[in-house]
């Protein structure tokens, strides 16, 4: 009688397994129907597998195009929540520059996702030396398991910064440093780039010093180029260099 108990107790807590996937599952299906996708890749084959593997998880407001000239036009009229862009698009711009391109100009929201695809050598080449960082880089070759994946950990994060991004789109400083100390202290899994946002802002405040500080606390847990340039540019504002 026992032996039956129990085995039922593993039936339904497999059952209860199944139920909390397939209710993730249609959570996700939810937040991904709703995301508006660009897709830049100069490869016609590239863009057509990542428009199905995206609608076969749910995402349904996608668009394609092949240059950076029609990426430009398409964000002319579309906010797109995610963009995925190929680093190598042929002769003339790449993927990096085209990203410098946005943030510089402003023409991308600080909540909307950039996903670079590159190759893994190029990856360390760029980097080391990139000054606008996109929200990840996704290195071929992958599996469409590890593309979704990787969407979901960047869509998830999204939600956690957005006071912090919608702060940052209008440039309120001050806001933006607010909001990144509550999350601060929590400690959770976003903190390095939450202490990247927060130096960021303070820079565009002119706050130099206490930059410097937050760069020097990141380079203290981890050594990243970003935060190495960050602090160099600190420093030099404040006349050390």
């Known amino acids: 009688m ?16 199944r139920s909390d996937e397939r209710t993730k599952d249609m959570a996700s299906v939810t937040v991904f129907s709703s995301k508006k996708v660009l897709i830049i890749d100069d490869l016609r084959e ?24 029609e990426a430009i036009d398409k964000l002319s009229f579309v906010n797109y929540d995610i963009i995925l862009c190929d680093y190598n698009l042929g002769k003339g711009t790449d993927g990096q520059q085209f990203l410098e391109y946005l ?11 950039f996903l670079m695809v590159t190759a893994e050598n190029t990856y360390e ?3 080391a030396a990139a000054e606008h960082m996109p929200d990840d880089y996704l290195l071929k ?17 999204q939600l956690v910064l957005e006071k912090i991004n919608d702060a940052y789109d209008q440039k309120n400083w001050n806001l933006v440093v607010e909001e990144c100390d509550k999350l601060i202290a929590e400690r959770n899994k976003h903190y390095i780039e939450v202490c990247k946002l927060k130096a ?9 010093d206490e930059a410097a500080s ?13 935060a190495q340039l960050g602090l160099a540019r600190a420093r030099a504002r404040l006349g050390y260099i």
């Open 2 to 17: 026992l032996c039956v108990f129990a085995s039922a107790l593993i039936k339904n807590d497999k059952t209860n397994n």
């Open 46 to 69: 590239v863009r057509t597998q990542l428009q199905l593997t995206l609608s076969n998880v749910g995402f349904e407001k996608l668009n394609h195009v092949a240059t950076i000239r």
């Open 103 to 113: 943030r510089v100009n402003e023409k991308l929201s600080r909540n909307s996702i």
């Open 125 to 127: 080449k760029v980097i």
């Open 141 to 157: 070759p992958f599996t469409a398991a590890q593309f979704i994946t990787r969407l979901e950990v960047l869509i998830d994060r």
């Open 200 to 208: 960021n802002a303070l820079m565009h405040a002119d706050l130099f």
């Open 214 to 226: 937050v760069y020097e606390h990141i380079l203290a847990i981890r050594e990243l180029p970003w």
